[in-house]
């Protein structure tokens, strides 16, 4: 993937539609060189801004990614959530589709995220490198082996196919019961799944 055409020359002043302009160069190099590979710095050469100005309105890259991309939420509060007093799967299942349930009257909704990662397999490669390393990005089962990190990212991958395969069953197919389910419920069933992919053998 090549680098996007630079636009704009130069750092100007903040004005009206500074913002928006970042948010166009940050999703044309995130999506052109991917979430490890942009840099703030960079996204502020191609909208012509200083950099202090994309510190101004965006706290830090997450944050700039997740408005970029229209995220809804960071992802790493469900591992926080799911670390909560030891590892929890039911607890990161809970707190994955509580978060997913609050979007969907917006425009983050998991269909639009959803169609959006389809349409581009540019954005998908952008959006699975920020989740990987908001989420899961030190497995909690792995602690002193000596092949933690392949089993890290195996993890991780069990992981994410399970929490991307339970939102696309609930919002997009919308298939009972899971479509109208409490988190709970939910939680409940899903999360001896997540423990195991989390922490029990998965050789």
Known sequence: MG??????????????????????????LFAADGYEGTSLRAIARLAGVDPALVHHYFADKPALFMAA????????????????????????????IEMWDEAQASETAFVTVAQA???????????????????????PGDAGRAQAAPLAMERRALISSQLIGLAWSRYVMRLE???????????????????????????
Do not use: K, N
Not at 13 to 25: N, S, Y
Not at 81 to 86: I, K, M, P, R
């Open 3 to 28: 680098r996007p055409p630079v636009s704009a020359l130069g750092r100007r002043p903040g004005h009206p539609e500074t913002r928006a302009e970042i948010l166009e160069a940050a999703r044309a």
């Open 69 to 96: 991309m229209r995220l809804p939420f960071d992802p790493r509060p469900v591992q926080e959530y799911g670390e909560t007093g030891g590892f929890s799967g039911a607890r990161v299942v809970q707190r994955f």
């Open 117 to 139: 990662v389809c349409a581009s397999p540019a954005v998908a490669d952008a959006v699975r490198e920020f989740v990987g390393e908001r989420i899961f990005r030190h497995a």
């Open 177 to 203: 019961p899971v479509a109208s389910a409490e988190p709970t419920l939910i939680a409940g069933w899903v999360g001896p799944t997540i423990d195991r992919y989390a922490v029990g053998e998965i050789d």
